[in-house]
């Protein structure tokens, strides 16, 4: 079966206990896409694993927390072990390339000038607060 991986990192600010380390999208051919799979870490172990994406169910556990479902998962042991293995290993190169290209560019880029402006914003039932702007510097007009 042919199958790609995409696979973002994911940087925790400010929790640095964050157990969330990536999302990986995976393209069946040219016909199917699943996307949300978490990459995860096992912070007693130290060890990285895959969720599948999953939903909150309206179902409680024994202990009154939430019962959360899988959306899909490999149907057979094989393929899901494949895929997990494949995963983990894009998440690894991808990691493994921001550090090396952080550590080849340091300092090569200079960041634009931007300013910010944010303007106060409320609608009822909306969770936006506010709208901001970015404004960068014209950086052509010292060149010409």
């Not at 293995?85 to 952080?102: G, R, S």
């Amino acid at each position: 079966m042919k199958y790609s991986i995409k696979v973002n990192e994911v940087k925790a600010k400010g929790d640095q206990d964050s157990s969330l380390k990536g999302f990986a999208t995976v393209v069946f051919g040219d016909s199917f896409k699943i996307t949300n799979i978490a990459i995860l870490e096992n912070k007693e172990k130290g060890e990285l694993f895959v969720s599948m994406p999953r939903y909150k169910s309206n179902e409680k556990d024994a202990n009154g927390g939430s019962v959360y479902k899988d959306v899909c998962n490999p149907i057979t042991a094989e393929f899901r072990e494949e895929l997990y293995t494949n995963i983990l290993e894009e998440y690894n190169k991808v990691v493994a390339n921001e550090n090396k290209d952080m550590a080849e560019d340091k300092g090569s880029i200079a960041a634009p000038e931007f300013s910010v402006t944010v303007t106060p914003f409320t609608r009822e039932n909306s969770n936006i607060r506010g709208l901001a702007r970015i404004y960068f510097e014209d950086s052509l007009s010292s060149t010409m």
